[in-house]
C-alpha cells in the first residue's frame, strides 16, 4: 500500500470524512492503487493538457445542460464539470448494491401497482392514506388501469450516500423521468480516450450492453406484443435542460426523437406525423412530466403533449415508459415508507437503507426536528432538484427561522432527514487533488429482466464543504467504475 | 487517358480508403476492453490460441499476419499500432498507403484539381512529422479521428470538384472494390468465440462489447440499431453488414456502387471495350452471387465460409481489373 505522500494529496485531509480513496490511516484504499499511482505521478503540466483536452471534447460534442436564472434574459449553457478522477466500486460492495436496488425497485413497483388497483397497503394500515390522496403526483387516472407486463418504471434513478463509516444509505428514489444517462456514458467514452492505459488494466464492468437492455425493456412494453414497436422518444424540446441526454438516448437506442407536436391522435391511437405519412406509435419513452403529457387529461394550457394521449394508453393502443402516476412513489413522505414496502410486499428485510426521517406531519417528529433544525436537513415534499431545501449546519439563523415559519404552516410538505456526513472523494482542482462530497446516482432498468447499469453517475459537490450534488445548483460529475475481480 | 493514369487513379482510390479504414479499425479495437482481461476470469472461454486477443485480430483484419510475425515476436499494443501505422516496411501501414496515394496523385497533378494534391500532401506531410506516435502523450483518439479527417477532406474535394469522367470513375472503382474487401476482412476478423454465439446474459456480456466494437469500427451502429434494434447478435450483424442496401459500407451498397462506376467507364478503343464488358460480367457474377446467398447460410457459417468465398472473388475481381485496364497483370499491393 502506497501513502498519501506525493505532492498533489499533501494537504489532503482524509479523517473526517469517510474518503473513497483513502482509509483513516491515509494509506491508499487497494481498488484505488492504480488510479493513485497513475494520478500522483502525473505533473502539473500534463494534467492541464488533460483537462484543457477534456473541455475541447466536451465543446465539440456540445455535452452541455442549459441553465436558467430568473434574473437573466438568455439563459447559460455550460459543459457540465468532469472530473477526471474516476470513482470505483469494488465488486463485492458493487453485488450488495446492485441486490438492494433490484430489490427496492421491485418493491416500489409492486407499490405503485397496489395504490392504483386494490390499495392493500392502504388497508392494512401500513401506509397512510393521506400520504396517497394528498400526493400531488398521485394520478385518479390511472386508477384500476393495467400497464403492460405491470411495469411502471422502466427506468428508475435511485441516489445513494455513505455516511462516515462508508455505510450505504438511500437518499432518494427518482421514479418519473431519471436523467444522467448521458453524462454516466459520455464520461465513460472521455475517461477510454483520456485514459486508455488506466481504463485498459483496471478491469472495469462494461456498461454498453446496458443500452442493449434499456432498449430491450422498452420494447418489451409493446402493446400485445407486437414484435416489432414503433418506439419513440417524447422531448419538451430544443429548449429542455436535459435535451443534451434526450438526443444522446434516442440516437444510441435508435428510436425517434419527438415532440407533442409531431404526434398526433386519432381513433384511440398515436400517430407520428412524418414525411411518408401516418405511422403508429406503439411505445413512448417520455422525459415530459405527467402534468403536460396530455392537456386534455391534464394540465390543459401545455402546448408540449399530445391531446387525446391518455384516451390511447386507456385504451391499451400505446404504452407510456416510465408509466404517468410514478411520482407517487418516489415523493419525499412516501420515501420513508419504503423500507416498510419491502418488508410489506417481499416479505424480506431491506439490504439498503434509508437515511433517518423525520416525518413532519407527525407531531413529536415535527417537535424533535423543529428543536434540531440546525443539525437536520430539510426537504419540500413536492419540488425535486435541489431548490426548496434547508441544510441545517450550513444555514443561517435568519435561514433556519424562515424555514421553520414554512413548515408549521404547511407542516405535510417537509420533511427532516439527519445531516449525513456525505463520504468524500478526491477531485482535480487546478493541478491539486481535493477533497470533495459524492453522492451516486445508480440507474436500475426493468424489462423481462431488472439489471442496473454498473457502477451509475457518481455526482460531485464541487464547492468546498458542500453537500448539493445536482447540475442546477454547480455540482459535477465523475465516471464510475466497478471492478470486475 | 494513359493506362498507367488509369491505375494511378484506381490505386489512389483503394490507399485512400484503406488508410481510412485502418483508421476505424485500430481506433475501436484501441479502446476496446482486451478480452484478456475477460480470458483471465473466464478461462473456459477463452482457451487455446484464440486468446491471441484483439491485437492478432487487427493485424487479421488488416490482411498480413505472416508479415508481421516475420518482424515482431508478439502481438502487443505498441507493435501492432507501430506496424499498421507507422512501419515504412510494412505495404500496408497508413503511412506507406497515403504515401502511395500521393505519390500516384502526383504523376497526375496537371490532371487532377489542384485541392486534391494539396489535400493528399498536407495529409503525408502531417502523418510524417508523427514519427513515432507517444499515445501516453497523445490520445490515440485524437490521432486517429484526425485521420479519418483527412480521409473526409480528399473524399470532399473529389466529390464537390472532380468531373464526371473517366477520371472520377476510376478513382470510385478503387475506392469502392477496396472497401468491399475491407469489410469482408472486418468480417473474417469476428472473434470465433462471439461468432459461437450461446446463451445466457453472462456470455452475452462477455461478447456485447466485442460485437458492437465491429459496428463501430464501420461506424455501424447508428444505422443497425435503426434497423435490428436490440438485436445485436453475430447472425444480426454479418447480414447487416453483407446484404444492407442502404449502409454505405456493406458489401452489398460497396459493390454496387462500384458496378456504377465500372460502367460509367467510357472507351474507345475496340479491343478494350470487348475486355470492358468482360469485367462487368465478372462484378456481374459476384453481385448475384451475393444476391443469391441465403439467411440461412450466413447463420450458419461458422467457419466464415462465406465471408471468405466472397473475399476471394473480390480479390479476383480486382486482379481481372488490373489485366483489363492497366495490361500489367498484377496488383501492386
Known amino acids: 500500500m502506497s501513502m498519501a505522500a506525493h505532492s498533489q494529496f499533501s494537504s489532503y485531509d482524509s479523517t473526517s470524512f469517510y474518503d473513497e480513496m483513502f482509509d483513516r490511516e491515509r494509506s491508499v484504499r487497494p481498488h484505488y492503487e492504480g488510479v493513485h499511482r497513475l494520478f500522483s505521478r502525473m505533473k502539473p503540466y500534463e494534467l492541464a493538457a488533460k483537462h484543457a483536452t477534456l473541455q475541447q471534447r466536451m465543446l465539440e460534442e456540445g455535452i452541455t445542460f442549459t441553465l436558467y436564472a430568473q434574473n437573466q434574459s438568455e439563459p447559460l449553457e455550460r459543459t457540465i464539470p468532469f472530473d477526471y478522477i474516476p470513482r470505483i466500486i469494488p465488486r463485492h460492495e458493487w453485488e450488495s448494491i446492485e441486490r438492494g436496488m433490484k430489490q427496492r425497485v421491485k418493491a416500489l413497483n409492486a407499490f405503485i401497482r397496489d395504490i392504483y388497483h386494490e390499495g392493500r397497503i392502504i388497508k392494512d394500515g401500513v401506509v397512510p392514506r393521506q400520504m396517497i390522496i394528498g400526493n400531488k403526483y398521485f394520478r385518479p387516472e390511472m386508477a384500476g388501469l393495467h400497464v403492460p407486463q405491470d411495469v411502471y418504471m422502466t427506468a428508475s434513478g435511485i441516489d445513494l450516500i455513505r455516511d462516515e463509516k462508508g455505510r450505504y444509505y438511500v437518499l432518494e428514489d427518482n421514479l418519473r423521468t431519471p436523467s444522467g444517462f448521458s453524462y454516466l456514458y459520455k464520461g465513460r467514452s472521455l475517461m477510454s480516450e483520456l485514459f486508455p492505459d488506466l481504463y485498459l488494466t483496471s478491469r472495469v464492468a462494461d456498461i454498453e450492453r446496458s443500452l442493449n437492455v434499456f432498449l430491450s425493456s422498452l420494447r418489451s412494453l409493446a402493446p400485445s406484443g407486437k414484435r416489432d414497436p414503433f418506439i419513440v422518444l417524447l422531448t419538451p424540446g430544443a429548449y429542455n435542460s436535459a435535451y443534451y441526454e434526450h438526443t444522446f438516448l434516442a440516437q444510441q437506442m435508435g428510436i425517434h426523437l419527438v415532440e407533442g407536436r409531431d404526434l398526433v391522435y386519432k381513433d384511440h391511437k398515436i400517430y407520428l406525423r412524418d414525411l411518408r405519412g401516418l405511422r403508429q406509435v406503439d411505445v413512448i419513452y417520455r422525459r415530459l412530466d405527467d402534468e403536460f403529457l396530455d392537456p386534455l387529461a391534464f394540465q390543459p394550457d401545455s402546448l408540449l403533449g399530445v391531446p387525446g394521449l391518455m384516451n390511447a394508453y386507456r385504451a391499451g393502443n400505446v404504452a407510456i415508459a416510465n408509466a404517468p402516476g410514478t411520482g407517487v412513489a418516489d415523493d419525499k413522505a412516501v420515501y420513508a415508507y419504503v423500507p416498510d414496502m419491502i418488508r410489506y410486499y417481499l416479505a424480506e428485510e431491506p439490504i439498503l437503507h434509508n437515511v433517518p426521517t423525520y416525518i413532519l406531519a407527525r407531531k413529536e417528529e415535527r417537535e424533535y426536528a423543529l428543536e434540531h433544525l440546525e443539525q437536520l436537513v430539510v426537504k419540500e415534499t413536492s419540488l425535486s432538484g435541489g431548490y426548496g431545501m434547508l441544510i441545517g449546519p450550513a444555514a443561517t439563523g435568519k435561514e433556519i427561522a424562515a424555514f421553520a415559519d414554512a413548515i408549521r404552516r404547511d407542516p405535510g410538505r417537509y420533511i427532516a432527514q439527519t445531516t449525513m456526513k456525505l463520504s468524500r472523494s478526491p477531485v482535480m482542482l487546478d493541478g491539486v487533488m481535493t477533497p470533495r462530497h459524492v453522492d451516486l446516482r445508480a440507474f436500475v432498468l426493468t424489462g423481462s429482466e431488472t439489471h442496473v447499469i454498473p457502477g451509475g453517475l457518481t455526482r460531485v459537490a464541487l464547492t468546498e464543504g458542500s453537500l448539493v450534488v445536482n447540475s442546477s445548483q454547480g455540482g459535477g460529475v465523475k465516471d464510475t467504475w466497478v471492478l470486475n475481480r | ?333
Not at chain 2, 487532377?112 to 502523418?127: A, C, I, Q, R
Not at chain 2, 448475384?288 to 466472397?310: F, P, Q
Request: aromatic share 10%; net charge negative.
Open chain 2, 1 to 333: 487517358m494513359l493506362n498507367r493514369n488509369a491505375e494511378a487513379l484506381f490505386w489512389i482510390g483503394r490507399y485512400m480508403e484503406r488508410a481510412e479504414n485502418h483508421a476505424r479499425l485500430i481506433n475501436v479495437h484501441y479502446h476496446l476492453q482486451s478480452e484478456d482481461v475477460n480470458a483471465a476470469t473466464q478461462p473456459e472461454l477463452y482457451s487455446g490460441s484464440d486468446a491471441l486477443c484483439k491485437w492478432g485480430r487487427i493485424v487479421d483484419a488488416l490482411g498480413s499476419r505472416t508479415a508481421y510475425e516475420s518482424q515482431y515476436a508478439s502481438y502487443n499494443e505498441s507493435d501492432v499500432v507501430h506496424y499498421v501505422t507507422l512501419d515504412r516496411d510494412n505495404p500496408n501501414s497508413l503511412v506507406v498507403c497515403v504515401n502511395h496515394a500521393r505519390g500516384n496523385v502526383r504523376t497526375l497533378r496537371e490532371k487532377l484539381p489542384s485541392e486534391l494534391w494539396d489535400v493528399t500532401n498536407g495529409f503525408y506531410l502531417w502523418l510524417r512529422e508523427k514519427g513515432h506516435i507517444d499515445f501516453s502523450r497523445e490520445s490515440a483518439h485524437q490521432f486517429f479521428g484526425r485521420i479519418k479527417e483527412w480521409t473526409a477532406l480528399f473524399q470532399g474535394v473529389c466529390q464537390s470538384v472532380m468531373p464526371r469522367e473517366n477520371e472520377w470513375h476510376f478513382i470510385e472503382c478503387g475506392r469502392y472494390l477496396e472497401r468491399t474487401e475491407n469489410t469482408l476482412r472486418i468480417m473474417q476478423s469476428i472473434s470465433p468465440r462471439s461468432a459461437a454465439g450461446g446463451s445466457g446474459v453472462e456470455e452475452a456480456e462477455l461478447v456485447y462489447p466485442y460485437l458492437q466494437a465491429v459496428l463501430k469500427s464501420v461506424s455501424g451502429y447508428q444505422a443497425f440499431r435503426r434497423y435490428y434494434a436490440d438485436g445485436v447478435s453475430h447472425d444480426a450483424i454479418v447480414e447487416f453488414l453483407i446484404l444492407s442496401t442502404v449502409f454505405p459500407r456493406s458489401v452489398h451498397y460497396a459493390l454496387h456502387t462500384m458496378d456504377e462506376h465500372l460502367r460509367g467507364i467510357e472507351l474507345l478503343d475496340k479491343g478494350l471495350r470487348t475486355a470492358h464488358d468482360r469485367i462487368i460480367r465478372h462484378a456481374g457474377k459476384l453481385k448475384a452471387e451475393l444476391a443469391c446467398l441465403e439467411l440461412d447460410e450466413l447463420s450458419h457459417d461458422r467457419e466464415r465460409g462465406v465471408s471468405k468465398n466472397l473475399l476471394q472473388s473480390t480479390q479476383q475481381l480486382g486482379i481481372a481489373f488490373a489485366q483489363t485496364f492497366f495490361r500489367m497483370g498484377e496488383v501492386s499491393a
